[in-house]
């Protein structure tokens, strides 16, 4: 029996394309079991260390022990709890915003925001690497999508010049790019955004917890939280846990209650993830947090080494690193390669990145050590040339 799937998944596996899920048996950390076996990951967002923080897992334990586990729906019928009112108020005081508003995902946060800012007669601007989830929002929101080249304000106002001033305008870009490593030029793309009076998005996801004073993210460090309309940050990432946030004003966060579908129709996160959340906020915002963002950070130059050492091309402004290989066939080989050597970093593969950007995406954590580091550049080393990474 043939299924609806058959013919996208055998071109898929002649690709080199076709993804699965791998088991892992584990807290998440710098090492992990996975499917049975003891590997060093390179791959884990967990960027501070704070999945299995002590203080962070107590904080769930005990908010579990004092509200439950589930929150029971939608926050608009019953699951407006306590553990999220706290942790959306502490997220609007870091960030300098008015107000914030919890959503289920980072993904969630950044389709609720544009499907419900956006519409018809609208325009938004985006990045033309945004994440998948800003390009499904803009799709899904009916206004017309226009895609500015890569971190070009110069290619923005281009295309901001060339559309009619009638209809709401919306530029979103993202602060640091999940698959290159790379910094929005924020101060020029506000600025040329607000010349043209557009509503101004900056998804932090990859920034939130790491640069900026206190980890304030992107837009701090880059001085333009005064000027960005609404700032959307996920608990995903640095803070180790999950869901999104957006932070704004209380206007603009009124109509997102309010006309957000994907926050009126989602049963709202358990009440622990949000207490796990906020003391991995204050872990953040103190001497512990900004000790282990300069261990990130030297980890950082250190796998650069590696790489480099090792004969890859290799170049980051932060704690992503893509290694460009190409071809899906050569990313995939060389994953599986490392993973024969007991560390794991998946092939990232179209259509996550465009046709031809195959590459091994490194994520490095404060947790990594010296010796993992030494212990990549010698697999590299073992492995040996591979076509389009050298």
Known sequence: MTGPFD????????????????????????????????ALQFCSNDYLGLCSHPKVTQAARDCISEYGWGAGAARLISGAMTPHARLERAIALFLDKEAALLFGSGYAANTGVLTALAGRGAHIFADRLSHASIIDGALHSGAKLHRYEHNDPDSLAELLRAVPARGKRIVVTEGVFSMDGDISPLKQIVSVAKSHEAIMIVDDAHGFGLFGPQGRGSLHEAGVEGETDIHVVTLGKALGGFGGLVAASRRIIEGLINFSRPFIYSTALPPASSAAALAALEIVQGEEGQSRRQRLFRNAASALAALNGAGLRASSMTQIIPVLVGESEVAAGLSTALLGRGIYIPAIRPPTVPPGGARLRLS?????????????KT????IGPMPGGR
């Open 364 to 376: 490095v954590m404060s947790e990594h050590e010296d010796e993992d580091f030494v212990k990549l």
């Open 379 to 382: 697999a590299l080393e073992a």
């Open 7 to 38: 013919d996208q998944l055998i071109r898929a596996e002649a690709e080199g394309k076709l993804r699965r899920l791998r088991e892992v048996a584990s807290p998440q950390g710098r090492n992990i079991i996975l499917e049975g076996r003891l």
